[in-house]
């Protein structure tokens, strides 16, 4: 049964590229699929990515360990150089597109890392930094293959090697933590 429901929602969201497209960046559907973010979603999901990574990291350089202190640093350095290409990027019309606050869902993430307890710190950021991590880059991957911005795109592609050696610093960070 969950084969048949499984083959039924693949079939449907290939069947039209347009409705897969327009199904939330978040619900995963996209990004099993391979199928690009529309423009506006993309520089949605990629600002508040940046924005929560910055918040986080912040958080991080507060109570994270000498390692997690390091990582943050990165993490404000190059999450505020990819806000400001990004911004450079979107046509002056189209600025209000870019979200200037968090959604609910990165809110929440970074109230539990707020609420972390020292001892916890490690067990909270290290895991949601390689799962922020492996959304980015597939994010970012499926963007540069199929975009429909052209200075996006490339742009995208750019910065892939960069989000790959963040999810690598991650896991990592992860790994060292067990």
């Known amino acids: 049964m969950k084969r048949v429901i499984l083959a039924i929602v693949m079939v449907g969201a290939l069947s039209s590229s347009a409705s897969a497209q327009s199904v939330s960046e978040k619900t995963g559907v ?16 990629a600002a508040t990515s940046d924005m929560l990574e910055i918040e986080a990291a912040k958080i991080a350089e507060q109570k994270g360990n000498a390692d997690e202190k390091k990582f ?10 990819t806000s400001a290409d990004l ?30 307890k020292p001892e916890d710190f490690a067990s909270v950021y290290d895991p949601m930094q390689v799962s922020a ?8 991957e499926r963007y540069a293959k199929n975009g429909d911005d052209p200075k996006l795109k490339e742009w995208a592609g750019k910065t892939l090697p960069a989000l790959r050696h963040h999810l690598e610093m991650a896991q990592d960070l992860n790994k060292n933590r067990k």
């Open 87 to 116: 911004k450079s990027m979107v046509p002056t019309g189209k600025q209000n597109d870019i979200p200037t606050t968090l959604d609910d869902s990165s809110k929440k993430q970074l109230d539990k890392l707020r609420d972390a």
């Open 30 to 45: 996209n990004s099993v699929l391979g199928v690009a973010p529309k423009t506006e979603d993309f520089v949605k999901e």
């Open 133 to 140: 991590h492996k959304d980015a880059v597939s994010l970012f």
């Open 72 to 81: 943050a640093g990165t993490m404000v350095a190059d999450h505020t150089k």
